[in-house]
């Protein structure tokens, strides 16, 4: 049985609006961690192995924002948007009829809210299974608060017995040639008062099943409802940690001096090399690179091209950090040990640091500059050369 899940995101959300920053039109392209909240809501279903499409319904003065939000995620289930109406109803309704024109309808639909960013794939799977013995059902959540009906002043008049009450949620799931009959039904009736389709199901006689839910499938609406949602998007995402791994030699030569770490250090010889020679810039380099995986430092800097001819070395680590930055990366820390007999690095290594800390912008206790010789073994040991390692952290949200 094919099934469509149809998600609702043409509303305005004007109680959120104090909830989120930015220029976002609504609260259902406002950002949660690093998605907006639609974009999480159509994850869910896109990702859904039981779900062939998702239609979208938004508002017409949002279809730039639309694109963008959905910019990232996997299109292949994924049609066209189609403009809302005046109410919820009425933009249900325009996504049921876009859905009944396609080639081939499907036999159930998945309605459900864009400003519920949480719905897990258990909640959908459950809908769906109860759905082959059910022609309606909804997620929905007991109520388990003791029920108070005030007057308008706000004094209590009444307890409210809870027993066999539920807070509906979506999606609410139908067999969608009954749901779309409905909703025509509703609107030839001219009712509009209707605030989820469960109650017009309800309404046009259609037995509709409750399926419980999940208190995490919370509809965001108020300011204290988008904190919370942060909160919780803060304690349950994991960050994606990188490491990448460099290293580097270059061969001892006539001069005076060599370039570690960004700063010069007199030495009785020089390094044999394209550019300035840092091997421990370089090294850093290729960490950073391997961290996002973006080649090497030969491939960006071919050390055939006249244009790096003597370069100073700090360019190619600030143009790797660049590339982190640009993929939303942040570096947290980085470690460079120095193989070489001579020259001695303890006298230069708060001006390595604080060379590395510029360029990267990074705190200097965020960088380790470390020393080693081979004992004497090996072409450092023999003081034919230097080399180094580099280890790179890079954390991406």
């Not at 003065?61 to 049609?79: C, F, G, N, Q, W």
């Not at 509809?219 to 990188?242: G, H, I, N, Q």
């Not at 206790?365 to 072409?379: D, V």
């Amino acid at each position: 049985m094919t099934v469509a899940a149809l998600i609702v995101a043409a509303g305005r959300g004007t109680r959120a609006a104090a909830g989120f920053s930015g220029a976002a039109p609504a609260k259902q392209y406002a950002l949660l961690g690093d998605q907006p909240v639609l974009a999480r809501a159509c994850s869910a279903f896109l990702s859904h192995p039981s779900v062939a499409v998702v239609q979208v319904v938004i508002h017409p003065d949002d279809i730039a924002t639309y694109s963008e939000t959905v910019a990232k995620l996997p299109i292949a289930k994924l049609l066209a948007p189609i403009n809302g109406g005046a109410t919820r109803q009425a933009s249900v309704l325009a996504g049921l009829e876009a859905l009944a024109e396609r080639q081939t309808p499907p036999r159930l639909v998945l309605i459900h809210d864009a400003a519920r960013p949480f719905v897990s794939a258990s909640v959908i799977d459950t809908v769906i299974l109860t759905l082959r013995s059910h022609v309606a059902a909804i997620s929905a959540v007991q109520v388990v608060d003791t029920l108070k009906r005030a007057t308008a002043t706000g004094s209590i008049e009444a307890t409210v017995q809870r027993a066999n009450l539920w807070r509906a949620q979506t999606p609410q799931g139908f067999d969608f040639p009954r749901i779309l009959a409905a909703h025509r039904a509703a609107d030839a009736a001219g009712r509009t008062d209707f605030t989820d389709d469960a109650s017009i199901a309800e309404w046009h006689g259609i037995p509709t099943q409750i399926v419980r839910g999940d208190a995490v499938n919370q509809k965001l609406t108020t300011p204290e409802d988008f904190t919370m949602a942060e909160k919780f998007v803060a304690a349950t995402t994991s960050p994606d940690v990188r490491v990448g791994h460099g290293f580097d030699v270059h061969k001892f030569t006539t001069g005076n001096h060599v370039w570690l770490c960004g700063v010069k250090v007199p030495h009785s010889q020089g390094v044999e090399a394209h550019s300035d020679g840092d091997v421990a810039l370089h090294a850093l380099t290729d960490a950073l690179l391997g961290a996002i995986g973006d080649g090497d430092i030969g491939l960006h800097f071919n050390n055939t091209d006249p244009r790096w001819k003597g370069a100073s070395s700090d360019q190619f680590l600030a143009d790797a950090a660049r590339r982190v930055r640009d993929q939303n990366g942040r570096i947290t820390s980085v470690d460079v040990t120095i193989l070489c007999e001579t020259p001695k690095i303890g006298p230069h290594r708060d001006a390595m640091r604080a060379r590395i800390a510029n360029i990267l912008e990074l705190t200097p206790n965020r960088i380790g500059i470390k020393a080693t010789t081979t004992e004497q073994l090996g072409f450092a040991g023999r003081r034919e050369g230097l080399a180094a390692i580099a280890t790179a952290t890079v954390v991406f949200p």
